[in-house]
């Protein structure tokens, strides 16, 4: 004997199916990265107190938030003095298959590191210290985010994909 689903069984299969794919949107996905990333720092991190936030614009109204995120660490120089460095990163010129996670062991063991590419290697991630006298901001195509462990790295890795998707992220030509 052969059974057919009803229709309303269907339509229930198929609504669930759709939430279970659900892609959270720009701002939620920026909204968890912003709340998470401070406490995803290393231990050195923490008892050098290193502290740091990923900041984001958020859109007006309806609109989207800002495709360009800043990130921002705030430690003591060597000399003392507090010492700032902010990364900003323009997520729709990122390659979203430059992102990866994998764990580096070589500074302290069991860090998680994310990656990301600028497409086609543009140098277009700015770094800017702040409190330096005659500092000029640093231009690259590549970051590297340390983590407290690499199911944060996998986390962020993922989070951050989608964002520079949402954003128009293109692959690099070659």
């Known amino acids: 004997m052969t059974r057919f689903a009803t229709p309303a069984a269907l339509v229930l299969l198929l609504s669930a199916a759709g939430q279970d794919s659900h892609h959270p949107t720009l701002k939620e996905t920026f909204e968890w990265m912003h709340s998470a990333f401070p406490d995803s720092r290393t231990i050195t991190a923490s008892l050098a107190n290193e502290t740091r936030q990923l900041n984001f614009v958020e859109g007006k109204g309806d609109d989207p938030p800002s495709c360009t995120i800043t990130i921002v660490q705030r430690w003591k ?3 003392g003095k507090p010492a700032i460095r902010d990364t900003i990163i323009d997520l729709s010129l990122i390659d979203p ?6 764990t580096d062991d ?5 860090i998680g590191v994310l990656t990301m590419t600028a497409t086609n290697d543009k ?7 702040e409190n330096e006298k005659d500092s ?3 231009f690259t195509h590549r970051e590297f985010i340390s983590f407290i462990g690499l199911e944060y790295a996998e986390r962020f890795a993922k ?4 964002a520079v998707t949402l954003c128009g992220g293109k692959a690099s030509s070659f």
């Open 77 to 79: 120089a060597p000399d």
């Open 106 to 110: 070589t500074a302290e063991k069991g």
């Open 97 to 102: 298959d430059s992102i990866k996670s994998y």
């Open 123 to 129: 140098k277009v991630i700015v770094e800017k210290l």
């Open 136 to 138: 000029k901001p640093y």
């Open 159 to 162: 989070e951050f994909k989608n």
